[in-house]
């Protein structure tokens, strides 16, 4: 064993807030293939954070020295988290994570964890990650659009990401499509993630379930309107279901409204789909596609915008925080 064998290799750690888990990653400084990747039930409470953070760091890295076979140092963490992240890396607001609220996370992880810490939104990271190492790389100007219970997005501009004045660029999920719309959890009505999101999908399923005209997707949901969910809907529609593949175009459009405004406002060469919705892959891009060109200005006289399903899957989050602390932090 020479000494090159025993000198231990420098790793990042990212770690990925959810409303349902927090997942860590492990890369080597130069941000290439995971070493080793762990989840924890999401912490509530920001002292519950910090804790969970802890534990799933010393997790990762005793992952990472198996891998290997040899010692690691931890250089930094990079961490995503689901709200408005200041530059500070201050988690200033977050819908989805009741008592966190002006909480400086940066400052906390810093201190407890003794390495450089950079945190950044939740759908920022992933955009990241899949501008690095996904479905985004090689476009300069493109917009991760991650569909899940909510809409989060993260935006690059000339191969870099869009954080705007204070850190808050790319939130659409909270664009008023409809001031008449269904309430929000930010307060407001007919916010784009009411309809674009995977609750939207579950919504306009039930209003077809309730106009009668979703028969197979009540036997799904045990004939139960209140069961119909959009998991279903996307079953349904891949058997073939016709009911189920009208609530999928009218959904469909509803995601194109979005993406058609985000590109008429930045001109993005590309659009990743990401989530739990790009799982259900053409049997709905094929239709957002199709909206999107009735939808964006001028779709016969500029260059095709593609739409395509993001390539990193849950992992992106988690990744993309690593690399965003690696990009940052001159680790
Ligand atoms: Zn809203």
């Given amino acids: 064993m020479n000494d090159s064998d025993t000198e231990p290799v420098r790793v990042v750690c990212g770690f990925d ?11 080597d400084a130069a941000g290439l293939d995971p ?22 760091r010393d997790s990762l890295l005793k992952g990472a020295v198996e891998a290997l076979g040899r010692p690691v140092e931890l250089a930094a963490v990079g961490l995503g988290a ?59 100007h493109s917009m991760t659009i991650t569909l899940g219970t909510g809409i989060g997005a993260g935006i690059t501009v000339k191969g870099e990401i869009l954080r705007g004045a204070h850190g808050f660029a790319g939130e659409p999920g909270h664009m008023v499509v409809d001031p008449h719309g269904p309430r929000c959890p930010c307060g407001r009505r007919g916010c784009w993630e009411r309809f674009g999101s995977g609750s939207g999908l579950g919504r306009l399923a039930r209003e077809a379930a309730e ?29 073939g279901d ?45 239709p957002v596609r ?5 939808l964006v200005l001028g779709a016969d006289h500029r260059d095709e915008v593609p739409i395509v399903v993001a390539k990193l899957g849950s992992r992106a989050g988690a990744w993309g925080a690593a690399l965003l602390a690696l990009a940052r932090l001159e680790v």
Avoid: M
């Fill in 17 to 27: 807030l959810g409303g349902t888990k927090l997942g860590g990653i492990v890369v």
């Fill in 35 to 56: 070493l080793h990747e762990d989840r924890l039930p999401s912490p509530t409470g920001l002292d519950g954070v910090l804790d969970a953070i802890t534990d799933l």
């Fill in 82 to 140: 689901p709200g408005l992240v200041d530059r500070s890396g201050t988690l200033r607001f977050g819908a989805n994570l009741p008592g966190v609220v002006d909480a400086p996370l940066a400052d906390l992880l810093r201190e407890r964890l003794g390495v450089p810490v950079a945190v950044d939104n939740d759908a920022t990271c992933a955009a990241w990650a899949e501008h690095e190492r996904g479905a985004a790389v090689g476009a300069n």
């Fill in 211 to 239: 106009s009668g005209n979703a028969s197979r997707l009540l036997e799904l949901a045990g004939g139960e309107i209140g069961e119909v969910k959009g998991e279903l809907v996307t079953r349904a529609a891949a058997e």
């Fill in 242 to 286: 016709e009911e189920a593949l009208a609530v999928i175009r009218e959904f469909a459009w509803w995601v194109a409204l979005g993406i058609a405004n985000l590109v008429n406002v930045l001109d993005s060469e590309l659009v990743v789909i990401g989530g739990g919705l790009a799982d259900a892959g053409d049997l709905l891009l094929d």
């Fill in 290 to 294: 199709s909206a999107y060109r009735d």
